[in-house]
């Protein structure tokens, strides 16, 4: 099963699905998976609760967006409440889903793959596919799930070491991908986040609360067993904030995918079996946060869309300034050609 799915993958971001409607059936075909295998893996009590409770899930974006902006519409993005120039931002579910589904998908199914179920422990035999798998969509999230799939490793041992399939797998795949990923990258815009302007630990302590600490306090008095790796969870959401790669952080957005959909999975999990008042402070967060994903959903329903077909790595925003840099390798020879019409 963990195989198949590797390779299932994989197609979903090579263009296995034809050009008509791929911008619709391959995220939906990949949030499928994504869906089946939790539900494999969790087992939760109520099933269709949970999924809509884990899809809605986000940080308390609403609070610090009333708290810092509120003068904006109640139908704009709110994740970056703490001020662009701060480099915070941890995405909740919705916006993730409409916004970059293939960073998405590649982090959430990666970690669903790691995860053990409640049969038995998850498998290193395929780490190596995963890895190259994850590569090839989204290198940051790849950094945010590498954690979890070391705890994995070091929990089997040496056999997934030693696994032939995982050493091929990263001289194969890995190095040529990763030599790919990295040209051009020298430009690209780095640092740690307290040498940037506006810079203050107050406000990295107010986003860590909001964003995640809220949510591991009610976690410890109503559902902390659902939570995997606590420890891996709380050191990665910790540090991610400080150090920034990308024009708006990029790296931060995308490696914290693996952590907080672990803390969306033991929030979602425990609320649905709530039986005590211990668990009331954890309902309403899940509330207050749903209805701030709701209105995200709303909110980018009413802007439109624009044709996919219609856009080149050429052409539109991504070819200006500092889009460019950031986001279009310069095309190297040896793994591109182009053609004059």
């Not at 705890?151 to 696994?163: H, Q």
């Not at 749903?290 to 052409?315: F, K, N, Y």
């Not at 950031?326 to 190297?332: E, F």
Request: charge should be positive.
């Amino acid at each position: 099963m963990a195989i198949i799915s590797c390779l299932g993958f994989s197609l979903l971001h090579s263009g296995a699905v034809g050009s008509n409607g791929s911008s619709f059936c391959r995220p939906g075909a990949g949030l499928f998976l994504l869906l089946t295998l939790l539900l494999q893996k969790i087992r939760p009590a109520r099933p269709l609760l949970f999924v809509l409770l884990f899809l809605l899930f986000s940080g308390l974006d609403l609070i610090g967006w009333l708290i810092h902006d509120s003068s904006s519409s109640l139908l704009a993005h709110k994740e970056w409440w703490a001020g662009a120039h701060y480099a915070f931002a941890y995405e909740g579910h919705a916006t993730l889903f409409i916004w970059v589904p293939q960073h998405t998908l590649a982090g959430m199914i990666g970690l669903a793959l790691v995860l053990p179920d409640q049969m038995q422990r998850a498998s290193p035999r395929y780490l190596g596919l995963l890895g190259a798998a994850v590569l090839l969509w989204s290198p940051f999230a790849l950094i945010g799930l590498a954690p979890f799939a070391v705890a994995t490793v070091i929990g089997s041992g040496r056999p997934a070491l030693l696994d032939w399939g995982n050493v091929l797998c990263v001289v194969v795949l890995g190095i040529p991908l990763t030599a790919y990923l990295m040209a051009g990258s020298a430009n690209v815009p780095n640092g740690f986040n307290w040498d940037h302007a506006g810079f203050s630990w107050g406000s990295y302590l107010e986003f860590f609360t909001l964003e995640v600490g809220l949510y591991l306090l009610a976690l410890r008095l109503c559902g902390w067993r659902y939570l995997s790796y606590p420890s891996i969870v709380i050191a990665i959401l910790l540090l991610l904030p400080l150090y920034r790669i990308g024009v708006f952080n990029d790296f931060t957005m995308r490696a914290c995918i693996p952590a907080i959909m672990l803390i969306a999975i033991a929030a979602s999990a425990a609320t649905v079996e709530a039986r005590d008042l211990r668990c009331l402070p954890l309902v309403v967060l899940m509330l207050v946060t749903s209805i701030s994903s709701l209105l995200e959903i709303v909110g980018r329903g009413r802007d439109g869309a624009v044709p996919a077909r219609a856009q080149t790595l050429r052409s539109g925003d991504m070819a200006q300034q500092p889009y460019a840099v950031q986001y279009n390798a310069p095309l190297p020879n040896w793994v591109l050609r182009s053609h004059s019409n």
